[in-house]
């Protein structure tokens, strides 16, 4: 299958400090990433979706200004965490769509990177 | 907004015995997906059913989409202790495209 790769997988920081994680499509273009949290023991829940060269969108109850997005090209999707709280803290992980119907794959297949566990102090 | 339901939540079994997770959308869905997390792991892409009434399988896991396209199922047919995990469906409606999570069935399989 297609590799999405996360950067850092796993961030100590303390209250008040911002947090860059990267998702990166290593093997395909994916003109949209998908931004989830998930906390311990619970579902995955979509954050925001990213489009190369457009503005994110957010989902209801999250913080566009907290949690700033950025879908620069085709391989890149960054998500920072501005004044992080302890209350942020989670795991927060990635997914690249495939649009491109590659041989093998199922159409609209969502890739998830490895994650990033943040642990604010 | 649109939910999807998943149960059970938890899901203990003796290795060799069967084991089913039900899925239920609020909406109709124009496809689902299954995924399986591993502890400590990211969601694991499975299986796509996009058709009214479509079964597939994969070795011991088959999957149901039913008639309506709201609600599917994952059945495990003599469960191993390879296939502890939690596994979710994801369902995606014809509105925004966007995946919604079930909650997740924890399955544990004691050897």
């Not at chain 1, 949690?67 to 690249?96: K, M, R």
């Not at chain 2, 199922?73 to 995606?92: E, N, P, R």
């Amino acid at each position: 299958g297609a590799v999405v790769s996360q950067h850092p997988s796993w961030v100590i920081c303390k209250s008040g400090t911002s947090v860059k994680i990267e998702c990166r499509s290593l093997d395909f273009q994916a003109t949209t990433m998908f931004w989830y949290r998930q906390f311990p023991k619970q579902s995955l829940m979509l954050m925001a979706t990213s489009n190369e060269g457009s503005k994110a969108t957010y989902e209801q109850g999250v913080e566009k200004d907290k949690f700033l997005i950025n879908h620069a090209s085709l391989t890149l999707s960054t998500l920072t965490v501005t004044s992080a709280h302890p209350e942020d803290s989670s795991f927060y992980i990635c997914s690249a769509r495939d649009r491109g119907g590659t041989s093998g794959r199922a159409y609209n297949e969502q890739f998830f990177g490895p994650g990033t566990r943040l642990t604010v102090l | 907004g649109q939910q999807v339901m998943q149960i059970p939540q938890y899901q203990h079994v003796q290795e060799g015995e069967d084991f089913t997770t039900y899925c239920n959308s609020s909406t109709t869905l124009s496809n689902i997906q299954w995924y399986k997390q591993r502890p400590g792991g990211h969601p694991v892409f499975l299986i796509q059913l996009v058709k009214s009434g479509e079964v597939k399988k994969q070795k011991r896991l088959t999957f149901q989409f039913g008639e309506a396209k709201k609600n599917s199922s994952l059945h495990i047919t003599a469960t191993q202790t390879t296939d502890v995990g939690t596994y979710f469906c994801a369902g995606k409606n014809n509105q925004g495209g966007k995946l919604i999570f079930g909650q997740g069935t924890e399955l544990s399989v004691k050897p």
